[in-house]
C-alpha cells in the first residue's frame, strides 16, 4: 500500500500543528505529511524542496483573508496534488464557486477524525487502494 503524501496550508499556526499530529498519531503511516505552511511564499518553498504532496489540505478562511495569494496560484504551484478545502460551515457555498475546476472535497473544520481521513481517501481514489474505512459514505464530492 502507498503512502498518501499531504501539504497543509494555513496561516493558522495552531492548525497546521493540529492536522500535522492528527494525521501522525491516527494514520497508522499511511499518510506523510510532507510540510506544513503559511499561504504565499513559504508555499513555493516548501513545493521546491519538499516537494509535491498528493494532497493538499487548505484552511478556506486563511486563504480567504490574504488576497495576494490565491487558489489560481496554489493550483498553478501543485498542478497534478487535489485539494482538500477546510472551512467553517457558512463559507462551504463560496468555496464551491471559486474552486469548481479543481479535483476537490469540502469538509468542515468542526468533521470526525474518520470523516477527514475519509475525505482524503476518496481524493486519491483514483490512483490508489482505499486506505480508511469510512464509517458512512461522504456526502461533500465537488467534482462537476
Not at 38 to 58: I, S, T
Not at 118 to 125: D, H, Q
Request: hydrophobic residues 40%; aromatic residues 12%.
Amino acid at each position: 500500500m502507498n503512502r498518501v503524501t499531504v501539504g497543509i496550508v494555513s496561516n493558522n499556526r495552531r492548525l497546521r500543528v493540529a492536522y500535522r499530529l492528527l494525521f501522525e498519531q491516527e494514520t497508522e503511516g499511511n499518510v506523510e505529511v510532507l510540510w506544513d505552511a503559511v499561504l504565499g511564499d513559504e508555499v513555493k518553498a516548501c513545493q521546491k524542496y519538499c516537494g509535491q504532496p498528493d494532497v493538499l489540505v487548505v484552511d478556506y478562511e486563511g486563504m480567504c483573508d490574504q488576497a495576494s495569494f490565491g487558489l489560481e496560484e496554489l493550483n498553478y504551484i501543485f498542478p497534478e496534488s487535489k485539494f482538500l478545502f477546510v472551512c467553517d460551515d457558512f463559507n462551504a457555498s463560496r468555496t464551491r464557486e471559486l474552486g469548481k475546476n479543481l479535483q476537490q472535497f469540502l469538509i468542515s473544520k468542526y468533521c470526525s477524525v474518520q470523516t477527514l481521513l475519509s475525505a482524503i481517501s476518496s481524493l486519491i481514489l483514483k490512483t490508489s487502494p482505499f486506505l480508511f474505512q469510512p464509517q458512512k459514505p461522504t456526502s461533500f464530492s465537488m467534482n462537476n
